[in-house]
């Protein structure tokens, strides 16, 4: 979503509305298996992936890699 979004020439995803869509994923039918974990390392993960996108916003950083 956040590679898409940057070659469209979009801004990056925040964290806030990252998060809206974490809640949306836990509870959809394609990504059920979200619902098996605590939401708190999944909220963190989104923070991190956050700060790496704000870094690379900056240019003090390359993109973040893709997750195989």
Do not use: S
Not at 14 to 31: D, I, P, S
Not at 48 to 61: C, E, H, T, V
Not at 62 to 67: G, K, N
Request: proline share 7%; aromatic share 12%; hydrophobic share 45%.
């Amino acid at each position: 979503m956040q590679q898409a979004n940057h070659e469209a020439g979009e801004k990056f995803i925040g964290y806030v509305a990252m998060a809206k869509h974490l809640t949306a994923w836990r509870n959809g039918v394609e990504t059920p298996w979200l619902k098996d974990a605590p939401v708190h390392p999944l909220q963190h993960a989104l923070k991190d992936l956050d700060k790496a996108y704000q870094n690379f916003f900056a240019k003090r950083a390359d993109f973040p890699p893709l997750q195989a």
